[in-house]
């Protein structure tokens, strides 16, 4: 990890704050509260406002998925009619198998599309970011990778 990335500001809807979860042993019982009214002052760390992605941001994000993950979904979809308009108008018969492994494959491009869609856009709101989006992918799946270690490393 550089230290561009342990020095970055955090995006408007990460966390700011580590919580720590209380340690849970087999024995412990649930204890119940000294008092016997709710607390209806204690409100919650975080509004959903506060942990909602951007408007800006999902908006880029749908538009990337749509591209993704449509465009071979739709290729797929026309791979379909195509071979059947093939074999009934110019009698051109494809294999079976040859077809569904084509369609298996571009339907499969159009479900790794979602998740490309959604992690090649700019997380940030005032970055619109590249039209591959080759660089956010990288920074957004590293990201994620360092949630998921320590995620683990907290349950392990």
Do not use: H
């Not at 379909?80 to 298996?104: C, E, G, H, Q, T």
């Not at 499969?108 to 490309?116: A, F, R």
């Not at 992690?119 to 005032?126: G, Q, R």
């Amino acid at each position: 990890m550089s230290t561009e990335e342990s020095e970055r500001s955090p995006l408007p809807f990460e966390r700011n704050k580590k919580r720590q979860k209380p340690v849970k042993t087999k024995n412990q019982l649930p204890t119940k509260p000294q008092d016997s009214q709710p607390k209806t002052d204690k409100q919650p760390p975080f509004t959903k406002e506060e942990m909602a992605i951007p408007q800006v941001v999902s908006q880029r994000m749908v538009r990337r998925v749509v591209g993704f993950c449509g465009i071979p979904t739709s290729l797929g979809i026309t791979t379909l009619v195509a071979s059947y308009l093939l074999a009934i108008y110019a009698d051109i018969r494809l294999p079976p198998i040859a077809v569904l492994l084509v369609n298996m494959g571009l339907f499969g491009l159009g479900v790794l599309g979602i998740t490309y869609g959604v992690l090649s856009a700019s997380w940030d709101e005032e970055r619109v970011g590249g039209w591959l989006g080759l660089s956010e992918f990288r920074t957004n799946w590293g990201r994620m990778a360092t949630v998921w270690r320590e995620t683990r490393s907290k349950n392990g």
